[in-house]
């Protein structure tokens, strides 16, 4: 399997801890002009989930964290979804489309529109979990999933 590339970032010294997961959304507007912009946002790609593998020992001065940031090292973390039946096998790599669905009450909802995953990501299949019921009548299951590839590391 693919090494998981690693990004070096700053979180809230509060969430510095190894396992955490956060959702990068955009900056805040008091991230402007803020001399760690670089390192703290700049690697970052929004809506993506990263997971912290790795702590530093530096801490920062942050507004916007009352005790500061501490660098840290980071990957994009593996995402729950759901796929097609058909393209459920361990270690292969498919592209993420999500489903054309009228149904957005549905239980799998979380699933098929997964936080993290967006419509054409290159993913590698990590783990195949459990067949899914859908209300539509697609065949789906429950799958780990692994981006592959991100214009933020090109």
């Known amino acids: 399997m693919p090494k998981k590339k690693r990004l070096v970032t700053l979180v ?26 670089q390192v703290c946002v700049e690697k970052l790609e ?8 790795r702590l530093r020992e530096n801490v920062f001065p942050c507004p916007l964290h009352e005790e500061g940031v ?14 097609p039946s058909k393209l459920a096998v361990e ?3 498919i ?10 009450s549905c239980e799998n909802a979380a699933l098929c529109y997964p936080v993290g995953l967006k419509n054409g990501d290159k993913c590698l299949i990590v783990r195949v979990e459990k067949k ?9 299951v429950k799958a780990r999933l692994r981006r592959v590839s991100s214009d933020k590391s090109r």
């Not at 959702?23 to 805040?28: D, G, L, N, R, Y």
């Not at 501490?70 to 796929?83: D, F, P, T």
Request: glycine letters at 6%.
């Open 12 to 37: 809230g010294k509060k969430q510095a801890r190894k396992g955490f997961k956060f959702i990068f959304s955009m900056p805040s507007a008091q991230c402007e002009n803020c001399e760690y912009r």
């Open 46 to 53: 929004p809506e993506r989930v990263y997971q912290v593998v």
């Open 70 to 83: 501490r660098v840290v090292e980071v990957v994009e973390a593996e995402v729950s979804a759901a796929i």
């Open 91 to 93: 270690g292969a790599t």
């Open 95 to 104: 592209v993420f489309k999500i489903p054309e669905c009228e149904a957005a």
């Open 132 to 140: 899914l019921s859908c209300a539509e009548g697609f065949s789906l």
